[in-house]
T-cell receptor, first 119, second 113 residues
């Protein structure tokens, strides 16, 4: 079946530095990918919608300049957390939409997530 | 915006017991989804419900779409240790796309052997 991967699976960075997280669709082309954030023991919160070849759409309250999203190809979207602070520590999960399955809930596949810890 | 309230927040049960959790919304959802998330992993779709009153099973899991379209429940029968994880209800945000999902707060399930 379709698989979505994320890299790295976990990362520790120092406060003030930037970190990039990759999301790849491995066996389908995803024109749309989504980025979620999940704090410990909390739900997934949608951060932004990433569209191939165009600017990402951010949810209300998500800082565009802090969470840079690039969707340069049909199989790769990246999330860069700039000037990271301890409060950015979280579990970041991407999902990718398989256009061949569009219109149903099984169109979306989630990645395994990236654990970010900012010290 | 739409919010999903899920209960209970956590459950501690013995292996073999049945489990029930539910999800309610302040607004109508046209689709209800139930996901399971294992530790350190992304969520995996368990069951999808498309119309009010629908009752759907997936192995030991059974879910129902409430008649009012504002609630849903998930039952797990004869629980086993691998059922451990976080269960989320979810629905399309704004009813427009399955990609943009609103999630409930999750139910943490612990199964004691």
């Amino acid at each position: 079946g379709a698989v979505v991967s994320q890299h790295p699976s976990w990362v520790i960075c120092k406060s003030g530095t930037s970190v990039k997280i990759e999301c790849r669709s491995l066996d389908f082309q995803a024109t749309t990918m989504f980025w979620y954030r999940q704090f410990p023991k909390q739900s997934l919160m949608l951060m932004a919608t990433s569209n191939e070849g165009s600017k990402a759409t951010y949810e209300q309250g998500v800082e565009k300049d802090k969470f840079l999203i690039n969707h340069a190809s049909l199989t790769l979207s990246t999330l860069t957390v700039t000037s990271a602070h301890p409060e950015d520590s979280s579990f970041y999960i991407c999902s990718a939409r398989d256009p061949l399955l569009a219109g149903g809930p099984r169109e979306q596949y989630f990645g395994p997530g990236t654990r970010l810890t900012v010290t | 915006g739409q919010q999903l309230n899920q209960s209970p927040q956590s459950m501690f049960i013995q292996e073999g017991e049945d489990v029930s959790m539910n999800c309610t919304s302040s607004s109508i959802f046209n689709t209800w989804l139930w996901y399971k998330q294992d530790p350190g992993e992304g969520p995996v779709l368990l069951i999808a419900l498309y119309k009010a009153g629908e009752l759907t099973s997936n192995g030991r899991l059974t879910a129902q779409f409430g008649i009012t379209r504002k609630d849903s429940f998930l039952n797990i029968s004869a629980s086993i240790p691998s059922d451990v994880g976080i269960y989320f209800c979810a629905g399309p945000a704004g009813g427009t796309s399955y990609g943009k999902l609103t999630f409930g707060q999750g139910t943490i399930l612990t199964v004691h052997p």
